[in-house]
């Protein structure tokens, strides 16, 4: 049995035909979702890219691994997905994008050679690497990975340059033959100067399918990591303009917003980002090429799933599909992703099991409350593996995909690292205060902001976010009760991984260590006890 974990990056959940959206089809998925069960409250562990992904990649909540940001390494030595697979013999490969920022400094105190097998692993949040891509491959950018890929594919194809991906997929043609460059979002609606079938979507899917054609019969996990429909927000043709402003949904965003008194609030709608995609514009402009970003993702998943289908591997291989977290889009008069909406924290989920147990759910839908963690756990159980609750954090899915009775969590969290954003020093906050935690019970979403007063909302008066409760006394008991569910998620044991519950138990059970006798005042205490000195020593 093997697991195609497919995962884009910054999709928004309810721009999904099957989950609900009316403005766009996506067919492929929506068969996708018709096979397996389709997780309607999925949240991620942070609304951003490198600390959600890092959550996916270990189970473990955001302050338990603590790379709390986009490029803040995961510590070398924090257990991974692909560690715990390794152990009872399955590979764990990456196609495509990671995030992940390799702990240079802990592998030197360690000793770890970053060019060794397990150094090579560390750098790569446990995955084995066929394909190493996070789609922000500009010249200029210190994170520009393994951009010989990309690049050299794109050169073998005619499309030559100092770097093909800047020249070629992130960039348009002018009226002149001039490079319009994707980063500005008023070339949004041009074509990318690269043909669909030579596009990063298209190529990753290609290079998808090669991997799975080179396995064998040992089982397997390929984490199919799509880059888009992340910025830059530039799309071949015809997805460029396959949608126009008319085919956008109405703007999620409320006056009352723009008159809140939070100070945070405040300086996030007042960001360059949060300015800009709040005029309509630039919505105009940007969104139809989100949806046509979409629309060829979809398009290629098609081309994998039949691939799956005629090659027989829809019988062994568990399908999983998600996004790292959603885009505000001007909602609520911010943009990019951050913070808690459901436009940005709450993610598509579909499962596919191919296992008769999960006959009963195909084509099902679950209001079960669902964090990203959950996938680690629930890869682990369909491989065989042995749960391992002292490391991850999540829950495994296989009850809900099989359709059994589970005592399911209560409420799930969600948090927030703005010690690098400019909002923090527009409002005077110190970076060790920068953090915000969501706990959110299904209903009530509460977010508790250090140092300033919470946020609620009530998602079944006001599905749509636009009043936030916090300051209004009349909902104090609710934000009590939240507030101590928070409290009571912190004071769990986050990190101690080292040992397991039933050792734990053991050396409870154990007592003392052997040869340690503490407290004891005579020997007949001891012998009460049945213990004894050694043979060597007197009494």
């Known amino acids: 049995m093997n697991v195609l974990w497919i995962m884009a990056d910054q999709l928004r959940w309810d721009y999904l035909s099957c989950f609900g959206a009316k403005h766009i089809d996506t067919p492929n998925l929506d068969w996708l979702a018709s096979r397996g069960v389709r997780f309607n409250q999925t949240y991620v562990q942070s609304p951003v890219c490198g600390p959600s992904r890092m959550s996916f990649y270990t189970g473990r909540y955001m302050r338990s691994h603590g790379a709390t940001w986009n490029g803040f390494p995961l ?60 789609g922000t491959n500009h010249t200029d950018y210190p994170g520009r990975h393994a951009p010989e890929d990309y690049d050299q594919y794109l050169r073998q194809n005619g499309m030559e340059g100092d770097n093909p991906w800047e020249e070629w997929a992130n960039s348009a043609e002018g009226p002149e033959g001039e490079l319009l460059s994707g980063w500005l979002l008023e070339n949004a609606p041009l074509p990318a100067r690269v043909a669909k079938e030579h596009s990063e979507t298209a190529w990753l899917t290609t290079r998808g399918i090669e991997f799975i054609e080179q396995q064998g019969d040992e089982p397997w996990l390929c984490h199919l990591s799509y880059i888009k429909p992340h910025w830059p927000y530039l799309a071949p043709a015809p997805y460029n303009d396959m949608y126009s402003s008319d085919d956008l949904p109405p703007v999620n965003r409320g006056n009352m917003e723009r008159q809140t008194d939070h100070p945070l609030m405040q300086a996030w709608m007042d960001m360059r980002v949060s300015k800009s995609f709040s005029r309509s514009e630039v919505r ?41 977290h959603g885009d505000n889009m001007g909602d609520h008069w911010i943009g990019e992703k951050d913070l808690f909406f459901d436009c940005s924290a709450r993610i598509p989920l579909i499962v ?65 690292d703005y010690s690098t954003r400019e909002s923090r020093k527009a409002i005077g906050v110190d970076q060790s205060d920068a953090r915000l935690t969501m706990v959110y019970d299904g209903r009530w979403k509460y977010v508790h902001a250090e140092t300033m007063r919470p946020m609620l909302f009530d998602l079944q008066s006001d599905p749509d976010e636009l009043s936030d409760l916090g300051n209004d006394p009349a909902y104090a008991s609710q934000i009590e009760r939240l507030g101590a569910l928070h409290f009571e998620w912190a004071r769990r044991h986050h990190n101690r991984i080292t040992r397991t519950a039933e050792a734990v138990e053991a050396m409870a059970d154990a007592r003392e260590p052997p040869g340690i006798l503490i407290g004891y005042k005579d020997r007949k205490e001891l012998e009460d006890d049945g213990l004894s000195m050694p043979s060597h020593v007197q009494f």
């Open 352 to 416: 596919f099991d191919p296992r008769k147990d999960a006959d009963a759910t195909r084509g099902t839908v679950t209001n079960q409350l669902v964090e990203g963690i959950d996938l680690a756990p629930t890869f682990l159980e369909f491989f065989g593996g042995k749960p391992k609750p002292h490391i991850i954090e999540g829950r495994s899915l296989q009850p809900l995909l099989h359709g059994s009775d589970s005592n399911w969590r209560d409420f799930c969290v969600s948090e927030y």
């Open 75 to 134: 510590r070398a030595g924090e257990p991974t997905l692909g560690d715990h697979l390794r152990e009872i013999g399955v590979t764990s490969t990456l196609v495509g994008k990671s995030h992940m920022i390799p702990d240079s400094e802990g592998m030197q105190r360690l000793g770890i050679e970053p060019e060794s097998i397990i150094g090579t692993r560390v750098k790569e949040c446990g995955f084995d690497v066929f394909v190493r891509d996070d």
């Open 284 to 324: 105009d402009l940007v969104a139809p090429v989100y949806m046509g970003l979409i629309k060829e993702l979809d398009d290629q998943l098609g081309r994998l799933f039949a691939y799956l289908k005629e090659s027989g591997r829809m019988e062994d291989t568990m399908i999983v599909f998600c996004s790292d």
